[in-house]
């Protein structure tokens, strides 16, 4: 994976981040989701490196980043992790960029857009809705197929200990239930052999939990402080969801989006929730056709 990409660990804004580096021109910021790394963007980061500077941690918390103690989420918040985010690129010559975002990385990236639209480009989010909007969506259907955002969110050490005795079965049963196949095929090997190491590793599920704490209580209160307020996301928006992920279950996600931005443009991919690795091609055509406007 990621030949040819420079590797670095670099200061974020109390955490250290690992991540991968290549290309030149305009710079792009690649963000992961749960339970993954940045090995996710595998499929596509070599050809967008031909576009554009290609940047692509770990979140803290994840992979090879380091994994700051938190309680409650105080160190987890979408908007902590924002803050990592541009103390990364300043550290790299970049005041200005354009972000892509699946899933937990959508959620710290639309939170950058939201907090220092100075900063952002131009954004893509990858089969997400607000958090919010995602808590006031909840059904018993919901709370079925995602579970684990009510899971995760339990105090420490509960959901790090159960997860703790067998994280590999956990993390295999958590990427194949989202899958539009319920399957782990959808995974390099390479990359699934990176995701189960950082769930393995001693105290590697804290992390993770304290992302989900965060995003039960401070990351919807932060959120809907915002839509009181009536701050919006001013930079042009590309939300792309699977067929089969959460997202295509909630409403109309451009609709939904369009209440939060004001330029919004995309489309359903068909896949499940793991849309870059699911379906390569079509992420990366619509990529490519919104970032190089």
């Not at 994840?62 to 309680?71: D, F, I, Q, V």
């Not at 997400?128 to 969506?137: D, F, G, H």
């Amino acid at each position: 994976m990621f030949e040819g990409f420079e590797t670095r660990e670099i200061a974020g804004e109390g955490a250290t981040l690992f991540c991968r580096i290549k290309g030149s021109g305009a710079p792009l910021l690649l963000l992961h989701g749960y339970p993954q790394t940045g090995a996710m963007w595998a499929p596509v980061a070599e050809q967008l490196a031909e576009h554009f500077t290609t940047i692509v941690p770990d979140l803290r918390g994840y992979g090879r980043s380091s994994a700051p103690e938190s309680s409650g989420g105080a160190n987890y918040s979408k908007r902590h992790m924002a803050r990592d985010m541009i103390a990364l690129m300043r550290a790299l010559g970049h005041d200005r960029f354009s972000l892509a975002g699946h899933d937990r990385g959508g959620r710290v990236a639309y939170r950058l857009a939201l907090d220092h639209p100075e900063r952002v480009e131009k954004l893509a989010l990858l089969d997400i809705l607000p958090t919010v909007e995602m808590w006031e969506r909840v059904d018993a259907g919901r709370m079925l197929s995602s579970y684990h955002w009510a899971f995760l969110a339990q105090p420490n050490p509960m959901p790090e200990r159960l997860i703790a005795s067998d994280p590999v079965f956990y993390l295999d049963h958590t990427l194949a239930s989202w899958t539009r196949d319920k399957s782990t095929a959808a995974f390099a090997p390479e990359a699934l052999a990176e995701y189960r190491k950082g769930f393995s590793r001693p105290g590697g599920a804290h992390g993770p939990c304290e992302d989900y704490r965060a995003g039960a209580t401070i990351d919807p209160a932060d959120d809907e402080a915002d839509r009181q307020a009536g701050r919006r996301i001013t930079c042009p928006t590309l939300v792309l969801w699977g067929t089969d992920g959460t997202p295509a279950r909630s409403g109309d996600p451009l609709a939904i989006w369009r209440d939060w931005a004001d330029a919004v443009e995309g489309q359903a991919i068909e896949s499940g929730h793991f849309l870059v690795e699911e379906a390569s091609q079509p992420v990366l055509d619509a990529l490519l056709a919104f970032l190089r406007k």
